[in-house]
C-alpha cells in the first residue's frame, strides 16, 4: 500500500510552515505502508498541479494533505472541502481570489473519505488533542482539500483522501506572543497514525466517513 502525504511552503510571513516540517520527518514505510512525500506552493493557481503530478508518479492508495492552521489547538481532521476561494491575503503567487470557485460548475463541496471519527480517537487515545473540523477555511488549504477529492473522484484508480490542519509549532508560537502550538513530534505521530488507522481500513474504500459519521 501506498500513501503521499504533502505539506505546504511558508506563507504569510512565515520562514517555516510546520506542515511541510513534518512531512519531512515521516518514516519512509509505516508496517506495510510505503511513504510518499511533496511539498506544495502556498498557491491557488499552482498547487493543484503540482498535486495531480505527484498523484500521477505515485499511484497511491491514500492521500493525506497537510497544512497549517494558526491558532488551532488541535490536530483538526476536516470533514468537508466547500467549492470557494476566499483570500483575506495573497497567496505566494500573489493571487487573491475572492469569492470565486475551485472548480468552475464543480459540486458544492466535496467530503473526506479518510475514517476521520475512527483516526481521531486513534489520536486521542495516543495521547494528542485531535478532532473533526467541519471548516476548512476558505484559504488554499480548503482549496487542495477540494482539488483533491476532486481529482479521487474522477480517478481511475480508487484512493481514499482527506486534509489536516495542524497547530504552529512552539518556535513560530514564540515569535507569535503566545499562540497556541505543538511540538513537531507529535504532528508527526498524529499524521502516522492517521494513515495507520486508514489503511487498516482500506477494504471500506468507497465509504464515505466524512458524509455519515
Known sequence: MKALVT??????????????????????????????????????????????????????????CVG????????????????????????????????????????????????????????????LPAAVSNTAGTFVCNHIFYALMDIAAGHPIPMRGGFLHIPYVPEQAARLGGAPSMALNDIVRGIEIILEVSASRSGDLHTVEGRIS
Do not use: W
Open 7 to 64: 505539506g505546504f511552503d511558508a506563507f504569510g510571513g512565515e520562514t517555516v510552515n510546520p506542515s511541510s516540517l513534518a512531512v519531512g520527518k515521516l518514516r519512509k514505510r509505516i508496517g506495510g505502508i510505503a511513504i510518499h512525500t511533496a511539498q506544495l506552493p502556498t498557491s491557488y493557481a499552482n498547487s493543484a498541479k503540482v498535486l495531480r503530478a505527484a498523484i500521477e508518479k505515485v499511484k497511491p492508495d491514500i492521500v493525506l
Open 68 to 127: 497549517q492552521a494558526g491558532g488551532r489547538t488541535e490536530l483538526c481532521l476536516e470533514r468537508v472541502a466547500i467549492n470557494v476561494q476566499d483570500a483575506r491575503i495573497r497567496g505566494n503567487d500573489g493571487k487573491q481570489p475572492i469569492d470565486r470557485p475551485v472548480v468552475k460548475d464543480g459540486p458544492a463541496a466535496h467530503f473526506s473519505t479518510l475514517p476521520i471519527k475512527a483516526c481521531v480517537a486513534e489520536m486521542r487515545k495516543a495521547g
